[in-house]
């Protein structure tokens, strides 16, 4: 268990609905990371979040937004769902700036699939 | 832009083989190359990492070879079991700066009996 917790566990919705994926860091990490999993193009980063603030933006979709609340959990928003939308979607955690080893903690993901 | 490539996407080895995955990377900034190993159902997990000051790191049966000069990383596992059977991912960041780690695509690997 690597104290990470993300829900749903399961979705499915359809195209053009929106969804809101959960995730609780590690107790004391700081950031909290998205990344998509697909078949095909293994795991691509798309925002981290440190304390609060965005630090860092990768290949996130405009229709795909996400913020860190107060109490370090994060919420990723996917909106106008597309049937490509379909994957695995994982948060990762980590203690940074500081102190950070490198290593990142995930949770087990939240599978999306869009009819 | 892919700025880690990893190969083979898939291996089958027999048990007690040495299974052998082969990752490059682009970016010179990286100063950080951990290994990710995700079983069916769960989150990848770091199974082990190094800094480009070493060419090689053991932990157990799994081994990292560096080569900085060719930007060339790969993961050994000696003695290969069933229950190693899993998806492997390299993967590469700045320590210091930029942390978000890059992940490879991925090498299914199965370790038959």
């Known amino acids: 268990d690597s104290g990470v917790t993300q829900t749903p566990k399961h979705l499915i919705t359809a195209t053009g609905q929106r969804v809101t994926l959960r995730c609780s860091p590690r107790?004391?990490?700081?950031?909290v990371y998205w990344y998509q999993q697909s078949l095909d193009q293994g795991l691509q980063f798309l925002i981290q979040y440190y304390n609060g603030e965005e630090r860092a933006k990768g290949n996130i979709l405009e229709r795909f937004s996400a913020q860190q609340f107060p109490d370090l959990h994060s919420e990723l928003n996917l909106s106008s769902l597309e049937l490509g939308d379909s994957a695995l979607y994982f948060c990762a955690s980590s203690v940074s700036s500081g102190r950070y080893t490198g290593e990142l903690f995930f949770g087990e993901g939240s599978r999306l699939t869009v009819l | 832009q892919q700025q880690v490539k990893q190969s083979p996407q898939s291996l089958i080895v027999q048990k007690g083989g040495i299974p052998i995955i082969n990752c490059a990377y682009e970016?010179?900034?990286?100063?950080?190359f951990p290994w990710y190993q995700q079983f069916p159902g769960k989150g990848p997990a770091l199974l082990i990492a190094i800094r480009p000051d070493v060419s090689e790191k053991k932990e157990g049966r799994f081994t990292i070879s560096f080569n900085k000069s060719a930007k060339q990383f790969s993961l050994h596992i000696m003695d290969s079991q069933p229950g190693d059977s899993a998806t492997y991912f390299c993967?590469?960041?700045?320590?210091?700066?930029?942390?978000?780690?890059?992940f490879g695509t991925g090498t299914r690997l199965t370790i038959i009996p």
């Open positions: 107790s004391g990490d700081l950031s």
């Open positions: 993967a590469a960041s700045m320590l210091f700066g930029n942390e978000k780690l890059t």
């Open positions: 970016n010179t900034a990286f100063d950080y």
